[in-house]
């Protein structure tokens, strides 16, 4: 029971923080003139790419009681800084690394949303925070509800982060059961009541769509919203976003340099990572497009056809996402080993895993854009003698591209920094940068761990300056 309980506190609170955390950020960097605003939207969703464990470790190695922050302060006399293990290090930690589940979500809503109920509620006489909390908010529920889903979810899957913290949560408790005994009835029954808690969290994200309409595209032409002035409030904002660019991006950068130049002017040799980069990109890039082909279709049908059997499918990918990485994987080992041999630890199952893994996250923000796109737009191009296919490809497709184009930008993010399921399954010799990252660390190479991590976020940035560029040109 108190181990429901933390697990419940941390995933709670980190879902209430990440969302007050996403929703100015989308706000801030899609409807207003916030200074560089297509900078900070790239390098807000960043850290989705930092994986858990390694942002625990430097987080500990720069704030922990022994840290870099004690060693600069030690001429001052200061001697050991207060401890941030257990629930805060892990609130803290967890938060800054999955608040981009819910931006990116966000963005693609607001970027999809039509301005019309917006400029009706100034015309009113409603000013910019008025309209915001009573038509735009409400618009974005499902999109929030979707990305809370996911971070909720990836709170009760997480491992590297609350082991490093140590605090004790329904996975970390598993594999502790599962690497303590040679019963393994105790971490079977524990799985069970994850998934039953990723049921309970699903039936509250259904119940949140089946209580309203959140159509914002009607037939009438879709009007670009007006970019709203901040005035005073501009410089507030702007530090705002400046520090918590600054907590999950600037201060793990910083410290991977730090260590990679430690590790340099030391001596030590650092691998050549050119094939584990270029297998990185191929594999993430391959991984977002097979999931966006199997997502779509989920996603239509929850929306355009609901159903037990729609709401089936997209509650068990959900089930999936939950579970750890490693479960899915040594399920994946097992049928492949009995099964499937010529597949057998071969790229097109290592991209099966990737595709179990992540289509939730393709699914949620095809599903947040698809409810705002009203079918009387469809209804239209089928009575004007268009096929089904037809009003797809010319209507429905461009209405929700910028949940195409979030949804694929995550699920690349997320693929970059899987670790578990590349361990396990990848073929044989086939390198990532995560990999990479994960032999270091496990060997205290920290130096030679910081060269694929920063590669890591270096290469996943240059699809969310793909995707800022294409709102830009869609908008």
């Known amino acids: 029971m108190l181990t429901i309980l933390r697990t419940v506190l941390l995933a709670g609170a980190v879902t209430l923080i990440s969302t007050l955390l996403a929703v100015p950020l989308a706000w801030l960097t899609t409807r207003t003139d ?5 900078l900070w939207a790239t390098l807000t969703a960043l850290p989705i790419v930092i994986p858990s464990y390694v942002g625990a470790y430097l987080l500990v190695s720069t704030l922990g009681p ?55 509620a100034r015309s009113m006489g409603l ?71 990723t049921l309970t969290l699903l039936y509250f994200e259904y119940r949140t769509q089946t209580k309203a309409q959140y159509y914002t595209n009607a037939i009438s032409a879709k009007r670009i ?11 507030l904002a702007l530090l705002f976003v400046i520090l918590v660019v600054v907590a999950g991006v600037a201060m793990p ?20 990572l050119w094939l584990s980069t270029r297998n990185s990109i191929f594999a993430a890039g391959l991984a977002a497009v097979c999931t966006l082909l199997a997502a779509l279709p989920v996603a239509i049908t929850s929306v355009r056809y609901p159903g037990r059997m729609s709401k089936a499918i997209r509650s068990i990918s959900y089930i999936a996402f939950a579970l750890p990485g490693i479960v899915i994987a040594l399920a994946l080992v ?20 990737y595709l179990i893994l992540f289509s939730p996250e393709a699914v949620g923000t095809l599903h947040a854009s698809l409810l705002q796109v009203h079918p009387s737009i469809e209804e239209s191009g089928r009575s004007l003698g268009h096929s089904p296919l037809s009003v797809f490809r ?6 929700v591209r910028p949940g195409i184009s979030a949804s694929m930008a995550l699920v690349f993010l997320t693929t970059m920094k899987e670790l578990p399921a590349t361990l396990i399954l990848a073929p044989i010799g086939f390198k990532t940068l995560s990999t990479g990252v994960w032999g ?29 560029l294409d709102e830009k040109f869609n908008h």
Do not use: H
């Not at 979810?153 to 140590?166: E, I, K, P, T």
């Not at 950068?253 to 050549?272: F, Q």
């Not at 010319?394 to 209405?399: A, F, M, N, V």
């Open 34 to 38: 916030l200074p560089l605003k297509r």
């Open 225 to 235: 919203p007006k970019t709203v002035r901040l005035g005073r409030w501009k410089w």
């Open 66 to 120: 022994r840290g870099m922050l004690q060693e600069w302060l030690e001429p001052l006399g200061v001697t050991r800084l207060p401890a941030i293990y257990g629930f805060p290090g892990a609130l803290f930690i967890l938060t800054i690394l999955s608040y981009p589940y819910i931006l990116l979500g966000v963005r693609a809503a607001l970027q999809n949303a039509d301005s019309s109920q917006e400029e009706a």
């Open 253 to 272: 950068t910083l410290n991977l340099l730090y260590w990679l130049l430690r590790g340099v002017l030391a001596g030590e040799v650092i691998p050549d």
């Open 394 to 399: 010319k209507i429905t497709l461009p209405l």
């Open 334 to 353: 097992f049928f492949g080993a009995n099964y499937a041999q010529p597949f057998y630890q071969t790229l097109p199952m290592l991209i099966l895993a």
């Open 127 to 197: 000013n910019a925070w008025q309209t915001f909390w009573r038509v735009t908010l409400p618009s974005l529920r499902p999109a929030i509800a979707s990305g809370g889903l996911l971070v909720a979810l990836y709170v009760l899957r997480d491992f590297g982060a609350v082991s490093v913290m140590r605090y004790n949560t329904f996975t970390r408790v598993i594999y502790l059961q599962y690497k303590s005994t040679f019963d393994r009835s105790a971490a079977a029954v524990l799985s069970l009541v994850l998934v039953v808690l």
């Open 440 to 468: 270091a660390v496990s060997e205290a190479f920290f130096a030679q761990a910081a060269a694929p991590a920063l590669l890591i976020i270096l290469v996943s940035s240059v699809p969310m300056g793909f995707m800022i």
